[in-house]
């Protein structure tokens, strides 16, 4: 679903695929066709997060922010494994988790 926070909606391009059980929540802006599959949760609440065209959010996979921080920033063609994460991160284009339990605070 896709859920506003503190008045702010999630920026979605119409070609972006979302899995009915994934959650956007938020200061988000999603890319052209990227997907969130199931369970995927992006959510913005403290912080922005934005995501580039093409890149897959695989199951499970959390991406979010913290407060006073970095915001989290995927780029294009990126993939996140199953399961995932991304805290206050920046990636790359063609960057992959390669299915890591975290990305951490990568850059």
């Not at 913005?44 to 065209?53: A, K, L, Q």
């Not at 199953?82 to 850059?107: F, K, L």
Request: aromatic share 2%.
């Amino acid at each position: 679903m896709i859920h506003a926070h503190r008045g702010v909606m999630p920026k979605v391009d119409l070609s972006t695929g979302i899995a009915a059980s994934a959650d956007v929540i938020g200061d988000i802006e999603l890319g052209e066709e990227s997907s969130l599959w199931f369970t995927a949760v992006v959510r913005g609440d403290v912080n922005d997060v934005r995501v580039g065209p093409g890149t897959n959010l695989q199951d499970g996979t959390v991406v979010h922010v913290i407060r006073n921080g970095t915001p989290t920033m995927l780029g294009d063609y990126v993939r996140s494994g199953t399961p995932s994460g991304a805290t206050a991160a920046t990636s790359s284009r063609t960057a992959s988790s390669a299915s890591a339990p975290s990305c951490g605070t990568a850059r």
